[in-house]
């Protein structure tokens, strides 16, 4: 299997390096995920978000790549970014690729809700309100 390319940042992620690390000219299908920050939560103006993570999420994150990699084998890769966030930045970029479409979706759908519940990663939003509070804890 290929090496395991997951990470931690505090800066903007690098959406292409996620995907040259899973590009596989032996592979039809590439599927890309990006969570983004939204301006919206449950009726509420979102003004930032605020990611914190622990000391070791990244060893986490690649816990999670290399578990659905073996399990799945395909190419996986995830990067999630830490610090202070706006509208539309990238906060998880994740790309899966596979021989055939179906293959590559349902990893990504797997990877994707594996970092959300496994990473300890958690989110501050800032509402436009003024009022912060934190997600995940």
Do not use: N
Not at 18 to 28: H, I, L, N, S
Not at 50 to 76: K, M, N, T, W
Not at 90 to 96: H, I, K, N, P, Q
């Amino acid at each position: 299997m290929t090496e395991i390319f997951a990470r931690i940042t505090d800066t903007s992620i690098d959406a292409e390096q996620v995907v040259a690390a899973v590009d596989d000219p032996t592979c039809g299908a590439l599927v890309t995920f990006h969570g983004i920050v939204r301006d919206h939560d449950g009726g509420r103006d979102v003004a930032a978000l605020d990611y914190r993570a622990h000391p070791e999420a990244e060893r986490f994150i690649a816990a999670c790549v290399a578990s659905e990699q073996e399990r799945s084998g395909l190419r996986l890769a995830a990067v999630h970014r830490v610090g202070e966030l706006s509208i539309g930045d990238a906060a998880l970029v994740a790309a899966a690729s596979a021989p055939h479409r179906a293959e590559a979706f349902a990893a990504i759908e797997r990877l994707v809700e594996r970092v959300k519940h496994e990473v300890p990663i958690w989110k501050r939003q800032h509402f436009a309100d003024g009022i912060s509070e934190w997600v995940g804890l």
